[in-house]
């Protein structure tokens, strides 16, 4: 008779290592564009600070407008990246979710 192996040790402990993954790596993406949109920042404050020879200059609407459209695009760009990120974890929920699921439909289907 064949000996029949119990898979639910096994399901317990990639879950769990998944969900650990999981947690992890949410903290470190979110960390990363953190990081990334301060780094950034501190740039423009410092190229700011660079440009302040021109206040007086005919120059100024040129470096003010330049100023501007570099803080949209940071601003545009952090905010897809958290989107992306947001949708990349719920997509990961949704496959870990079926991932888990047939994975104890099979165990069941063993057992």
Known sequence: MAEQWNHAPLLKLVSELAATWQTATKKVAGWYIDVGERLVRETVELQKRVT??????????LVEEQNTITDEFIERSTNVARRLWQMQIEKGREAA???EEEMTRLARGQA
Do not use: F, L, N
């Open 52 to 61: 302040d020879w021109a206040t007086d200059t005919s120059w100024i609407p």
């Open 97 to 99: 979710q079926i991932a």
